[in-house]
């Protein structure tokens, strides 16, 4: 296994986690040498661990805590019971008036606008009053269709410190995803922008935000964000700048440690979006340590999160802000013109930079090599998510980036808006592999009897609760479609949906989604390792992997190949497809079939749509095998539907 990158004692010894690990020797009474002590002592005793991250971080409570958690088994268990607090209030507390806390760059105009903690924190205050005004009061609803600018992330913060539930769309979506998701809410306010830019384009959404306004039952108060059309305000509308007209003191209205802080959806593909509801606490509890112990973030650093807002990492960046730090916002696409990205992390001067792993494959691809055009002197960190990193893409970075980079691929995601495994400050980078589990995750990999496994495929479980996890699903009173969710094979378990593979040296490998397994001869195959493979081979824009039950207890695995430009999927490219399969992985990776496709159907975040494709393959009607809507070309689907129907029917 290729080690490309290992931490210098000196870089270990002025890290944050260091530092914590050395007040936490003090603190115990007991050695701490590494993180492997550190995962070990934070699950075999896991409310010491979260105990020491409320004290060492300075959680500031308005009413005491008398224990960590309550007893009984996921998901029934509540934190901190009695405890009040503000996740607004934490996010505000730190850095200087002076200091930078957010800059904001657009595709097209790499100009940069920056807002101080100051600015940003009367601009909160500004905000929060006007929503007092209008009434929102605690548990009401603030939805958004909002691009990622500084709008949506003063509005977020303002209806956390009011006590309002925030929730938001990202305009990339259509009226009917959209509705689909905030009309669940019943939202008291709407604040929507009239467009975004995309590949050179201004994209209107004015027709989408006039449905949503007539889609949305109880809606009292529609906000306008003129941000890409410079025309009158939709009538009844009140215009963004009255918001932050008149100063207003900032104050936080203190809430239950688990009353709901935001609602985020999950990608809804095979049904109705789920609204996964966190609180103010275990958000308040998980941006800290993610933002301080693994981020390794510093006051006046910065961090830059290649996100949209429908993307969890969107609100995992702003645990920055936490620290002291600050976040730039980008909005647009991250490959026009080619390497986009990599210019507006050197230009702003990110320290640490996040992305997901689509987009370094993308960059890769146009042939651009950012060390060779950019200053990237200050970025220390790359945290890569959405999917899991392939072995080259470790190696494009380290070799196009830098050689000096800790690569940090992560998983985790929009269920816990936080990781479960990741790197850390002492672990070495391995192509290929993620460092390990993250402190206060309990998680391994079982197989299907229940029995933990080692080097060996299982399915993702987390064993013990987390602050982070969801307090409940929206519109679910009974907890039933909680239960189901996630509870449903080992009571009282988390089962997360994912293959991997937990290695004798704590390293971990996602394979991929284990609801799109892939079983040949009784032998489980992840996807994941089929697409770390093809996405080497310059012939192959894209790729999907999915296998079938057939009649007679056949099996069909199909490897569908998107060729690069300039190229088609002829006798030489198959020979090359098959024999890298099969030396780099296994005979049984060879597929049954290799078929030429136009495109890969992806989430809106960028996953591939193995599940829907499954299902039409194994008969299912288009409109019950997915929800269009949720969809980045519903077209292409349509395709994979009438291959199915040719091709097994």
């Known amino acids: 296994m290729d080690v490309l990158w290992r931490p210098t004692a000196d870089r270990i010894a002025k890290s944050p986690l260091r530092a914590y690990l050395n007040w936490l020797e003090e603190r115990e009474g007991q050695p701490f040498p590494d993180h492997d002590a550190l995962w070990a002592w934070s699950v075999a005793d896991l409310d010491r ?41 934490h996010a505000l507390r730190r850095g200087a008036d002076e200091d930078t806390a957010l800059i904001c760059v657009r595709e097209g105009d790499l100009t940069e606008r920056e807002f101080s903690f100051g600015e940003l924190r009367q601009a909160v205050a500004a905000a929060a009053g006007w929503l007092r005004r209008a009434g929102v009061r605690p548990g009401d609803r603030v939805a958004a269709y909002l691009p990622n600018t500084e709008h949506a992330v003063i509005a977020c913060l303002a209806t956390a410190a009011v006590g309002g539930v925030w929730a938001c769309c990202s305009p990339d979506f259509g009226a009917d995803g959209t509705i689909g998701r905030l009309a669940q809410l019943e939202p008291a306010v709407l604040i929507a922008a009239d467009g975004y830019h995309w590949n050179g384009k201004e994209i209107d959404r004015r027709d989408v935000v006039a449905r949503l306004r007539e889609s949305l039952p109880g809606l009292r108060r529609f906000v306008h964000v003129p941000y890409v059309f410079d025309q009158p305000h939709p009538d009844g509308a009140t215009p963004w700048d009255e918001l932050l007209s008149r100063p207003e003191p900032l104050a936080f209205e203190p809430v239950e440690f688990s009353d709901p802080l935001w609602v985020l959806f999950t990608s809804g593909t095979t049904g109705s979006p789920k609204g996964l509801v966190h609180g103010h606490g275990g958000i308040t509890l998980e941006g800290l340590k993610w933002s301080g112990l693994y981020c390794g973030l510093r006051a006046g650093e910065r961090m830059f999160a290649c996100t949209s807002t429908g993307w969890a990492l969107w609100n995992m960046q702003l645990g920055a802000l936490s620290q002291g730090a600050a976040i730039t916002l980008y909005e647009g696409s991250p490959t026009r013109p080619p390497g986009a990205i990599w210019e507006v992390a050197a230009r702003t001067g990110a320290n640490v930079m996040l992305l997901g792993a689509a987009v370094v494959t993308a960059t890769a691809a146009t042939g651009v090599s950012p060390r060779a055009e950019h200053d990237l002197s200050r970025l220390r960190h790359l945290m890569v998510s959405g999917s899991a990193l392939p072995a080259d893409g470790y190696r494009w970075v380290a070799d196009h980036v830098s050689p000096d980079l800790r690569i940090d691929s992560t998983s985790g995601g929009t269920d816990i808006s ?8 002492y672990a070495p980078v391995r192509a290929g592999r993620i460092g390990g589990r993250l402190a206060g995750v309990d998680c391994a990999a079982w197989d299907d009897t229940g029995r933990p496994v080692v ?13 982070s996890m969801p307090v409940r699903l929206w519109n ?61 081979i310059p012939e192959i824009a894209d790729s999907l992997v999915v296998g079938i039950d057939l009649p007679d207890n056949g099996y069909w695995l199909g490897l569908f190949v998107v060729p ?29 079939e290799i078929v030429a496709a136009p495109a890969v159907p992806h989430t809106l975040s960028g996953k ?20 269009l809507s949720s969809i980045d070309d519903p077209d292409t689907l349509r395709w994979y539907a009438r291959f199915a129907a040719e091709r097994f029917r």
Request: a negative charge; glycine letters at 10%.
């Open 49 to 89: 661990f979260w105990a020491s991250v409320v004290d060492y971080y300075a959680v500031e409570f308005t009413a005491p805590w008398t224990r960590v958690r309550t007893a009984g088994p996921m998901p029934d268990t509540r934190w901190f019971p009695g405890a009040r607090l503000n996740w607004a209030h």
């Open 455 to 467: 080097d060996e495929v299982g399915d993702l479980v987390i064993t013990q609760p987390m602050p």
């Open 564 to 592: 690069a430009p300039e190229h088609r999927l002829d006798e030489a490219l198959e020979r090359r497809i098959v024999d890298t399969l099969r030396t780099r992985l296994t005979p049984r990776h060879v597929p049954d």
């Open 608 to 627: 591939r749509l193995e599940v829907p494709v499954k299902n039409l393959l194994a008969g299912k009607e288009l409109e019950k095998a997915a929800n």
């Open 418 to 425: 936080g990781s479960f495994v990741g790197g850390n400050e």
């Open 476 to 536: 679910d009173p009974d907890g039933v479609r909680y239960a189901e969710s996630y509870f449903d094979t080992w009571p009282g378990v988390w089962r997360h949906g994912d293959w991997v593979t937990v290695h004798a040296d704590g390293s971990v490998s996602v394979h991929g989604r284990s609801d799109a397994t892939l079983n040949r001869d009784g032998v489980r195959l992840g996807s994941g390792d089929f697409y770390d493979v093809l996405e080497g």
